[in-house]
């Protein structure tokens, strides 16, 4: 094999190697419909962003009058500033009634409502949805999930469903 052609296998490879992850990573991409709040940095790093903690809302996207608030951690430094750090599975969620709540006539429980990776490729952190209809409460689980390992650190936020009145002044 000449030198011209081991190059060209080489390149040939690479290419279908980087369009292999380019189509792996794409169900994992971020769906996430989140406006971001606000942030605090907790670790100063010399290189890239700080380490931090962001704060993001998001609306049902099958309830209208409920908003979720979800803090979360994220890895800054270099790596973290590339894309290429994994976020730990710290999390939190607090899921508010912002307006008339409309059930639709059905609803999957653990049905996921908030997607977003946390990592180059096989971590995401996940927000479900359950009915609780004796209490008629919503109930929404914020979690971490890896391809291979999940996390056992999780939080939750009820959401009962009242008459919906605004408030003029």
């Known amino acids: 094999m000449t030198t011209q052609s ?3 296998l080489a390149k040939s490879m690479s290419c279908r190697i ?10 994992f991409a971020s769906s996430s419909r989140a406006d971001e709040i606000g942030e605090v940095s ?7 962003a700080n380490d931090k903690i962001v704060v993001e809302a998001f609306d049902d996207p099958v309830v209208p009058g409920v908003s979720c608030f979800l803090s979360r951690a994220k890895t800054g430094g270099v790596r973290g500033s590339l894309g290429l750090a994994e976020d730990t599975s710290d999390a939190s969620i607090a899921c ?22 946390t990592s180059l490729l096989f971590k995401t952190l996940q927000v479900v949805r359950f009915y ?4 008629r409460t919503l109930v929404y689980l914020t979690y ?3 391809v291979i390992e ?4 999780n939080a939750i936020s009820a959401v009962v469903i009242r008459p ?6």
């Open 96 to 117: 508010r009634q912002t307006g008339e709540i409309t059930l639709p006539e059905e609803l999957e429980d653990g049905e996921k409502v908030f997607r977003e990776r």
């Open 6 to 8: 081991s190059w060209q």
């Open 18 to 27: 980087g369009l292999g992850i380019l189509l792996l990573s794409l169900p």
């Open 42 to 48: 907790t670790v100063f790093k010399f290189l890239g």
């Open 144 to 146: 971490s999930d890896r």
């Open 150 to 153: 999940g996390s056992p650190k």
């Open 164 to 169: 919906w009145r605004e408030t003029v002044e």
């Open 132 to 135: 609780d209809e004796k209490r």
